[in-house]
């Protein structure tokens, strides 16, 4: 994890009573951190009492920022260089943070499979892997209706752990202010984990591959991966043997920046600070953000209050957004076609994808714009079993990212990288790989609050298709 530096240090990231009254020195002169009010806010929780609503706000200014703005300009200039082509994105997480699952291990477990994957994606691509968790902020989810019905009985739906609570009970249902503060308070220590195992010797390269491939075994595609994976280990047994000190930090520290879903803009605006430096406005809730599917319509709050911070974005779409529709979008998020500013998260499901994403791809290189296209090959593949379980096929996952990589070898463009709902832990959510989870066994661990995750092996598993993939 990058350190905040020195200039940081000297930075005051004013509370909000000294903020408000400051003119933003921005180059965006009618933006402020609250001007997104003036536009129509979808998926925002309604609040019954105004009085503790601006309690909790009124505490959120006042909290530490839980980044800073040193870290969100190194994450920038990491991601321009994805945008040139010379290198790539691995973000993950969970779909939704919760309260109840946090715990050291699950944090640990998380981070140890997205640096083992970017191991073995750097391998593949022979390029530098930008690792951004879905964690540490993840809380608030879009929901396509705003009530759920169980045998007649109709409540709010859950909207996840910074809003109200997953049980079926009128007191859980209830939107509560308060939770915005503990989710902020669970995301310090979350990051504070984080923190601790980016330098202080988790993230050692020699523990890294000491990977379980049990699952593995068996198959044809399997062994692919366990040879890639011992050139891997021949590779640092190499660099050892002709004197390379891999106690160096390049092999003992990494850098693991945060990111979630820009979608509770109360909290969002509340951890908004100016640099005094530069005078930009950064969202310190985490290093980069991204306006989900249902929240980048043009005119609205979420894009008027994202376009203002000076954080990397990312926007995810689907097979409904339309190339002009992505021109404007991207005229609004990064007017200035700054390189590593934009990532386009690209979420369709294959056969969608492959009609579809040369049109953007296209529109896209003829007005010469610098994105970061990346792939989300989980949110297109969703579907409820008999059963009643929310899951995805392991194979509809991978043909998805299959997809993604051929487009972009047939329009010329980068493939920059894959955004996926995973965890480290061994849960049965989605369906197949070669750890073999079947319709069947979902009810085993099935833990999720709100999507799917992929479980470790089956998030190593397309690690290496990656990794295979940008060899070739
Ligand atoms: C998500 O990332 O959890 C999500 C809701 O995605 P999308 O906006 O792509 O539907
Ligand atoms: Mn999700």
Redesign the pocket.
């Known amino acids: 994890m990058d350190q905040p530096n020195e200039n940081d240090n000297n930075n005051d990231y004013g509370s909000s009573s000294n903020r408000r009254n400051r003119s933003s020195r921005s180059s965006n002169e009618t933006w402020n951190p609250s001007s997104w009010k003036k536009a129509v806010a979808k998926q925002q929780p309604t609040y019954e009492d105004e009085a503790e609503l601006n309690n909790a706000i009124s505490t959120l200014n006042r909290v530490a920022p839980l980044v800073f703005a040193g870290e969100v300009r190194s994450l920038l200039e990491k991601l321009a260089r994805v945008s040139l082509g010379q290198g790539m994105v691995l973000m993950g997480g969970d ?2 943070e919760s309260f109840k699952e946090f715990h050291v291990n699950h944090v640990r477990d998380t981070f140890r499979i997205l640096l083992q994957m970017a191991l073995v994606m750097t391998y593949g691509s022979s390029m530098p892997v930008v690792k951004i968790g879905r964690m540490a902020g993840q809380f608030a ?1 879009p929901r396509s209706q705003p009530n759920e019905v169980v045998n007649g009985v109709t409540l709010p739906s859950y909207r996840g752990d910074s809003v109200n609570a997953e049980e079926f009970d009128p007191k859980a249902r209830r939107n509560d202010p308060q939770r915005m503060v503990d989710a902020y308070h669970q995301s310090t220590q979350t990051l504070n984990i984080l923190r601790a195992f980016s330098t202080g010797g988790y993230a050692d390269i020699w523990r890294l591959h000491a990977w379980n491939l049990d699952f593995v075994d068996s198959t044809e595609e399997g062994s692919r991966y366990r040879l890639l994976a011992s050139k891997v280990d021949e590779s640092l047994r190499f660099m050892k043997a002709i004197g390379v000190d891999t106690k160096r930090p390049e092999f003992t520290t990494v850098d693991f920046y945060t990111s979630h879903e820009c979608l509770l803009l109360p909290y969002e605006e509340a951890l908004t600070r100016q640099d005094s430096i530069t005078g930009k406005w950064y969202d310190c809730s985490a290093h980069m953000l991204w306006i989900g599917e249902r929240t980048r319509n043009l005119d609205g709050a979420h894009l008027e209050f994202i376009k203002g911070i000076g954080n990397p974005l990312g926007v995810k779409i689907s097979d409904e957004c339309t190339p002009e529709q992505l021109i404007q979008t991207i005229n609004i998020m990064n007017p200035t076609n700054t390189p590593g500013r934009l990532s386009i998260i690209v979420r369709m499901g294959a056969e969608k994808l492959r009609k579809n994403l040369p049109g953007l791809i296209g529109a896209v290189q003829k007005e010469g714009k610098n994105v970061v296209w990346i792939s989300d090959p ?2 297109g593949n969703t579907r409820k079993t008999q059963s009643g379980y929310k899951t995805r096929d392991f194979d509809s996952v991978r043909a998805e990212l299959a997809a993604f990589f051929d487009v972009h070898g047939e329009m010329g463009s980068h493939p920059g990288g894959v955004h996926l ?1 995973m965890t480290g832990e061994n849960v049965t959510e989605c369906i197949g790989g070669l750890a073999e989870i079947t319709e069947d066994s979902l009810k085993k661990r099935y833990n999720t609050a ?2 799917p995750r992929l479980n470790g092996s089956q998030a190593l598993e397309l690690a290496f298709l990656i990794a295979e993939r940008m060899r070739t």
């Open positions: 779909c939704a989810k989980v949110h709902e709100c999507d």
